[in-house]
């Protein structure tokens, strides 16, 4: 009854509701887009199959970003945050829109790649943007029950948003049209949610106090806010090692991800058939996201009774059952089993991180610390698909694999759970020298 009570007195929120409406269709945008670009890079007939080709779009795609990413988070507290989330949407709907153009006209270039990027590395930029506002508009006392409620939904509405996609890719016949439309659907919806941020004030998310500085002197500035963030967070404590166990999980998760896509287009599907391969991925991702729901309820009315450091360290330990599921050779049900619960358990620990996060961090640094997140995010699965190259076979099962993942996720469950930091340190300046004034 509190967690109704709690999710009632935050739909009464006019601020809540509407950023919350931006990131439903934002993140539903995005799940179509991530569903099409997934199809075209690996399952698509032309698609290589090994681990190292696997791996290596993983890394082409993300490893630029993290190394530009640190710039993002001061520009968060720089720029008003309501500005990111509408700019942001419109660069990512003429984005796909180009990249339509271009799949119809001249098929798979190096051009969609560059593109591709650029367009996911503005979502992670968005992310960012939409978790350092929330508690703008949520009051200390739900954000917990938000952050059930609001990053969980969102990767809800990307599952549907990425079942749309796949739908459409199955109804329409193969080829560059369908890579098109389902590109041109999402830019369709990328640009609902920039009107949709409209409806906020341009001051409603922050920051109170922007930092300021002369262009000249902007990417000194970065630099050097980045560096002070960096060394606030740690000396808080508790959002550094939230920050780093949610960095090592993604490290872990993304080795998974990759062997499940091995899985599905090389053990479980067809031979021959990378179309099968892609419907089995599409049911693993639908278990992950219904793990993911599954964690809004359980993290609701569980986490509040103990300290969001316990909570992670259960959620791993759930994370490392699911890896000893996969150990002995893998049937179809029990990949979609352990699938289940590692989504429950990465949506469950993330649910308490952004949490402590946004508790133990001032508004002047939500920014940095949400894009050190994703920083640390993109480094985690550069380094997974790094990793994986090298470990992972073709075929993605490996049973010394999988007990091994499940040792590293009980190792930090029993560090986080021992050693981990409960109360923030409270000696610690809340403005970084040379960020500029508040």
């Known amino acids: 009854m509190t967690v109704l009570a709690e999710l009632r007195a935050l739909l009464t929120l006019p601020g809540f509701r509407k950023l919350f409406g931006v990131r439903l269709v934002s993140q539903a945008g995005d799940g179509m887009f991530q569903v099409g670009l997934a199809s075209l890079l690996f399952f698509s007939p032309e698609a290589q199959g090994s681990a190292p080709a696997i791996a290596a779009a993983f890394a082409t795609m993300l490893a630029p970003f993290t190394i530009v990413g640190p710039f993002a988070g001061v520009f968060l507290d720089r720029w008003q945050r309501r500005q990111v989330l509408f700019v942001g949407n419109v660069v990512r709907f003429v984005l796909c829109g180009v990249m339509a153009v271009a799949m119809l006209t001249q098929g798979v270039t190096p051009a969609i790649y560059v593109l591709g990027l650029a367009a996911l590395s503005v979502n992670r930029f968005l992310l960012a943007g939409?978790?350092?506002?929330?508690?703008?508009?949520?009051?200390?006392?739900?954000?917990?029950?938000?952050n059930s409620l609001t990053p969980t939904l969102g990767a809800g509405a990307a599952f549907v948003g990425g079942g749309i996609g796949f739908v459409l890719g199955l109804a329409l016949p193969e080829g560059r049209a369908r890579d098109s439309a389902a590109l041109a659907c999402a830019g369709v919806v990328m640009g609902l949610a920039a009107l949709l941020?409209?409806?906020?004030?341009?001051?409603?998310?922050?920051?109170?106090?922007?930092?300021?500085?002369?262009?000249?002197?902007?990417?000194?500035?970065?630099?050097?806010?980045?560096?002070?963030?960096?060394?606030y967070l740690a000396a808080r404590r508790t959002p550094g090692q939230a920050l780093l166990i949610m960095a090592f999980h993604r490290f872990l998760y993304g080795v998974?991800?990759?062997?499940?896509?091995?899985?599905?287009?090389?053990?479980?599907?067809?031979?021959?058939?990378?179309?099968?391969g892609l419907q089995i991925f599409g049911t693993i991702i639908a278990m992950i996201g219904v793990g993911g729901g599954i964690a809004i309820i359980l993290t609701a009315v569980l986490a509040r009774r103990m300290a969001p450091q316990t909570w992670i360290a259960i959620m791993l330990l759930l994370a490392a059952a699911s890896?000893?599921?996969?150990?002995?050779?893998?049937?179809?049900?029990?990949?979609?089993?352990?699938?289940?619960?590692?989504g429950l358990a990465a949506q469950g620990a993330k649910i308490a991180v952004d949490t402590i996060v946004q508790r133990d961090s001032v508004d002047q640094y939500r920014g940095?610390?949400?894009?050190?997140?994703?920083?640390?995010y993109n480094a985690a699965f550069v380094g997974a698909a790094a990793l994986a190259a090298f470990l992972v076979p073709d075929s993605g099962w490996s049973p010394g694999l999988?007990?091994?993942?499940?040792?590293a996720y009980v190792a930090a469950a029993v560090l986080i759970w021992t050693r981990g930091a409960r109360v923030p340190v409270r000696e610690v300046a809340e403005e970084p020298t040379g960020a500029g004034p508040a």
């Open 402 to 407: 999988f007990a091994s993942l499940s040792v």
């Open 256 to 276: 998974v991800f990759i062997a499940s896509i091995l899985m599905a287009r090389n053990l479980l599907g067809e031979p021959g058939s990378t179309g099968s």
């Open 323 to 342: 890896e000893l599921l996969l150990v002995p050779e893998p049937s179809h049900v029990v990949v979609l089993a352990a699938a289940l619960l590692l």
């Open 368 to 376: 940095r610390a949400f894009a050190f997140y994703d920083v640390l």
């Open 197 to 231: 941020a409209l409806r906020m004030r341009r001051d409603l998310l922050g920051p109170e106090r922007p930092a300021s500085g002369a262009i000249r002197n902007e990417v000194v500035a970065v630099a050097r806010g980045l560096a002070d963030g960096a060394r």
């Open 130 to 146: 939409l978790s350092a506002g929330l508690p703008r508009v949520v009051p200390r006392d739900l954000l917990l029950t938000a």
